[in-house]
């Protein structure tokens, strides 16, 4: 089986789970390069350690595994947390954002210690990639945080496919609301357009002086709709419209990749745009293929 046709099943597998969770790999006691082994010692090509994000009910290692496998085996110190759980509940982001935010400071703290590294680069995915943006802004952490890839970061705030501009149009808005808030989601209301969350990294600036961002979009998104469409009302959600911001869709690069919302985790393009983001020194060409369009 191919890498691609690989990465796809098992997108696939942990669609169907419900979850997005898979067993963490062993530490492979490496130290120049590792996956979550708190004994990795950033190498001086890349001198800061990457923090793993993950999407909103999902985990660390389910979410961004495959991200932190291939950015260890290419010398990174990559390392993944579970934020947000809920109380009964084996997925994460579920919970108050801040919160979730103030899991993730500490969770940097705690890289950066184990390391001995000044900063760590970010990647996020979904919730994680508005997180990557959310926690430097709000906790004022631009001084520890290099370098920021967000991958679908609903950072003007989802519509979940178009679901709560359809609520507005039909006035069940406030329905929309409390189903998102009583199935023990409270993120979820935080995240949607005009919520609290979205409203708290909308004002003012998002960028923080010194860290580089770069924001990955695929126009094939259904969820963190990230280009605008008359039929549902909804206007570009993922890009930050700052100097110095690089924003890029996949199919800039790619165009036949029809990778969906969840599959920018388990896709190679996306992955070598990652490392060209984290390194744009040593960038090098995307080998396009296909996606999981999920």
């Known amino acids: 089986m191919s890498r691609s046709l690989a990465r796809a099943a098992l997108a696939a597998a942990l669609v169907m789970s419900g979850l997005l969770a898979v067993s963490a790999p062993a530490a492979s006691g490496a130290t120049a390069g590792g996956y979550d082994n708190p004994a990795c010692t950033p190498a001086p090509a890349h001198p800061y350690p990457v923090v793993l994000l993950h999407g909103l009910g999902g985990n660390g290692p389910g979410n961004m595994g495959l991200i932190g496998e291939d950015l260890a085996a290419a010398g990174y110190c990559t390392f993944d947390t579970t934020y947000g ?8 982001g579920l919970i108050d954002v801040n919160t979730s935010a103030q899991q993730i400071e500490a969770f940097i703290t705690q890289v950066r210690a184990e390391t001995g590294a000044a900063k760590v680069d970010i990647v996020g995915h979904s919730e994680g990639g508005f997180e990557s943006l959310y926690v430097p802004k709000v906790f004022h952490l631009g001084s520890e945080v290099s370098r920021i890839v967000a991958l679908a970061p609903p950072t003007h705030g989802t519509t979940f496919g178009g679901l709560v501009s359809v609520a507005d149009t039909i006035n069940q808005r ?9 199935y023990g989601c409270v993120a979820c209301d935080q995240l949607i357009v005009g919520g609290s969350g979205i409203a708290a990294l909308d004002n003012g600036p998002i960028t923080q002086p010194g860290v580089h961002y770069t924001v990955i ?4 998104d259904e969820l963190v709709t990230p280009h605008q469409s008359a039929l549902f009302g909804t206007t570009e959600t993922a890009f930050i419209d700052e100097p110095g911001v690089d924003n890029e869709y996949v199919q800039s690069t790619c165009p036949l990749d029809p990778v969906g919302h969840i599959g920018l985790a388990y ?13 744009p020194a040593a960038a090098t060409a995307v080998s396009c293929s296909v996606g999981p369009p999920f």
Request: proline share 3%; charged share 25%; aromatic share 0%.
């Open 174 to 182: 406030a329905l929309v609301d409390s189903v998102l808030t009583t």
């Open 217 to 220: 979009a695929s126009r094939s």
């Open 85 to 92: 759980e809920e109380d009964g509940i084996p997925a994460g």
């Open 267 to 279: 896709d190679s393009d996306v992955e070598q745009m990652i490392a060209n983001a984290l390194d």
